[in-house]
């Protein structure tokens, strides 16, 4: 059904208008026009008990966190910032087209610096993978050199294994992912990193990911880098401190930033899309007639006034 | 010849050593060992005269051109740069995880504020692709969805159509193209962009590429984006002053920076690509089996002590 429909857009993407009097009739929607007018069933409001609120001087960073493809990593998140464990910590590393890193500097791999609120646990297994049995998964048709096949599950960028039954979550531009050392089930969510750059897709089920910047990337996108190869500040005053990150449910509701997101699964998104891939208008001039997964635009907005 | 030794380098990567005595012996190396050990031959010089430096408060930003791909929109920026055009003028535009842009900001596609300097064309051809007639072009075997194929011209990122027997610059981290109004033709060099998130692969082909950013781009990926949805600055005082734009063939010798990269046609380029393609070490635990053309690095290093 989908690729039926994607199919019509295509051909109505391509094509020229037949004459100035048509225009207006023939002229495909940009996605722009197509998300305007999608209603409001094909938005979703974000769940103030899966958002976290990372406030740095600079602004508000909002996340999505990601149950349903960690759910471990993700309860154990939520315990540390209940305790208000990042809160004075810092982001301690960037590198630059790569990741922003942040948590407890002064951590390594055998000992901590700052104890960990009451309800942390210690260990938690690898959570790099999902299955698909039973789990709406909202494919692209386009090829991907990564993986069999990709789309969104529960709004986020996946990649999937249809013969495996597996799916998991795609290193693009915002994704959060949990920093493990080099063994599997070494994270414990305490140590968490944002995609900067080009999306490092080589790290795709290497580590557990968690979640995705919806709002304020730019806040962490230009913090100054550190030297390289990996980014770490030489001294601790170049790290950004983290004046708190906080459940978005624990905050009042009247410093709560609503936010809805386009429902991955709806006509508005499949549309936007197609006419991403296919894009033709004043200034394009040629339809890629491909998208990357990490290129489609998964949109957000301030929930419209009653 | 390639492929066979791709073949071979990936059934390297993936064999465990057949016990901890032979470890030394059958250990992959990694990408970095691979570039360390690299022959001289395997570097090429960065040619002052292909060079520009951009010279911000916060350091250098260095460019290749590529006159290979755009000779009248590298020679019309030469004469710009020469010049002085840019001095003094400011990047005027940085969108989160699209473009930073910079120029005349008081130009529009009327007029122009600062006058350009002698030698400089106000009209040239798109410069969109090349042919690839006699041209030495350096595949990677991986599939791209926006192309045929995919490799390297020049020591840039490129795409290509073998049955159009063309070739066209990608818009990767790092690139830079020519910004232009609607009309194909409608650039000259004076409005430039870098690509500063996940490559937008989407305007491959639609405007002119003129070079990359080999060195500095965290001063360029560092700026305080402007407001959404273009990044354009609402007040003059937002804007990033260029103190100058100058080709390193004009600048004295003791005040350059040099540089090598290392030849995309090298066995050493080849090898530390397949070592990233199939990354296993302490780390990784599964092998990508591909690399996205935007993802492979092009490493570049001072020249060493003679």
Redesign the interface.
Known sequence: MRLALLVIALSLAVVAPASAQDASKTKPRSAKEIIDAAPASAWRTLDPANTLYMELDSGRVIIELAPGFAPEHVANIKAMAKGGFWDGLSIYRSQ??FVVQFGDPDADEKTIAKPFPDGTKQQLPAEFTRSTNGVAFDLLP?????APNVGFIDGFPTAGDPKAGKAWLTH???MLGAGRS?E?DSSIGAELYVVI??????L???LSSVGRVIKG??FL?????GPEPMGMYAKPEQRTTIKAIHLASEVPESERTPLQLLRTDSQAFIDATEA?RN?VD?????P?G???L??VPLPVRAPPAK
Chains 1, 2 share one sequence.
């Open positions: 630059d087209n386009d090829v991907d050199g990564w693009c531009y915002g080099n599997p750059g080009q999306a490092p897709r080589a795709d089920r290497q990337m730019e996108s230009t913090i100054p880098r991403r894009r004043d200034f394009y001039k040629i890629s491909h998208i990357d990490c290129n």
